[in-house]
């Protein structure tokens, strides 16, 4: 039976806030099927899995400088775990750096058809130019991706494609994001000091991509006609003051649920090609009537308007605008979302499937 070997770049239990390194950490505590991770130690490691660890030491530093490869440390951990002629399948997380060096390594000791490569890809547009990504594309098997409209992005971009593709989205912990009744929807605003008809929500990286200048920009405008709402800022902490607005900084994410389960509408303004979002169907899960972007994966993840209002042309202001005025002006519906959705119940599982599938196809 071939055994699965995962490569992170990070330490995995991960102790900061990370996507999919989320994903993993809830996956590794259930019913998992990977056998090796391999990297930098961790704090506290799983205990249902083996550990090949790529030691911070003086030596491979010196290593790395003088054979010019980052990723030696974690080549000579694989190579402890991947011996002649056991088959492996080998998943790798957004990293694109280690793919040459991975593939030199499998080459140069006759492994490289015993090893079925994963590639789980969490942006949306093609990463590689149409010429530089051909050898990428011929090293690895598979690349799953977060939606298939990025699958679509990929196959009208590149001209050759000769891996195959698969999809698996995101999912989330909907023990903790779920939507509660309403009088303890009130108990939670109480709680938070949110005296509001309407509670906003925005939640992110304060970087210009994740949109938040544009929306305060919208808000100021609103806030002038509607001043019975109030936006909620997550994840940025600056100092000025916006009427209507409030800035929390960073959340631990235990504390995250009951901010959403307070709030009304979740913001969305991403401006670039969103891979997917998790903090999104975070907000879905705990009943927020959600505006977004009309951008990257967003649109699929929202079923291209079922679950809530798109913003066909995120970077016009007069859209966020006529999008909220909707909203207060009653004329909405909120969505009926399935438990199931998006969750980390369908996520492990539908990682378990890809596995399955690379087995299938490694020992054929």
């Not at 959600?290 to 007069?318: C, K, T, W």
């Amino acid at each position: 039976m071939a055994k699965v070997i995962l490569i992170s770049q990070l330490p995995l239990p991960y102790p900061k806030i990370g996507s999919w390194t989320t994903l993993y950490q809830n996956y590794l505590n259930g019913n998992h099927a990977i056998d090796y991770i391999i990297c930098e130690q961790p704090d506290a490691p799983f205990q249902n899995v083996e550990y090949s660890i790529v030691s911070k030491t003086l030596t491979l530093k010196l290593k790395k400088k003088y054979q010019k490869n980052n990723y030696i440390g974690y080549i000579e951990a694989l190579e402890k775990i991947v011996t002649s002629g056991e088959k492996c399948i080998i998943q790798i997380v957004d990293n694109f750096g280690i793919i040459k060096p991975l593939q030199e390594f499998l080459e140069s000791k006759g492994k490289r058809n015993q090893c079925y490569i994963q590639f789980f890809y969490h942006g949306f547009a093609p990463f590689y130019g149409n010429f530089e990504s051909r050898n990428f594309y011929e090293f690895i098997d598979e690349m799953v991706l977060l939606t298939y409209d990025s699958y679509k992005a990929h196959k009208d971009y590149y001209t050759i494609l000769p891996c195959r593709f698969s999809v698996l989205h995101n999912g989330i912990d909907n023990s903790k994001f779920y939507k509660v009744e309403a009088s303890q929807k009130q108990k939670l605003r109480e709680k938070l000091g949110l005296t509001s008809k309407n509670v906003f929500i925005w939640c992110s990286q304060d970087r210009p991509k994740k949109g938040l200048d544009l929306i305060l920009d919208v808000w100021t405008r609103i806030y002038e006609k509607h001043n019975d709402c109030t936006l909620l800022v997550i994840g940025a902490k600056r100092d000025e003051a916006i009427e209507g607005v409030s800035f929390l900084g960073r959340i631990p994410n235990e504390e995250l649920p009951q901010y959403y389960q307070a709030s009304d509408v979740y913001l969305f303004p991403t401006l670039w090609h969103e891979g997917f979002g998790l903090s999104l169907i975070e907000a879905l899960h705990c009943g927020c009537y959600s505006i977004v972007s009309a951008l990257g994966g967003v649109p699929e993840v929202m079923q291209h308007g079922d679950l809530g209002r798109l913003v066909e042309n995120p970077h016009f202001i007069a859209e966020w605008m006529e999008a909220i005025e909707e909203f207060l002006s009653g004329s909405r519906s909120y969505p009926s979302l399935s438990e199931d959705l998006y969750s980390r119940t369908a996520w492990n599982k539908g990682m378990n499937e890809r596995i399955a599938e690379a087995k299938k196809s490694l020992e054929r």
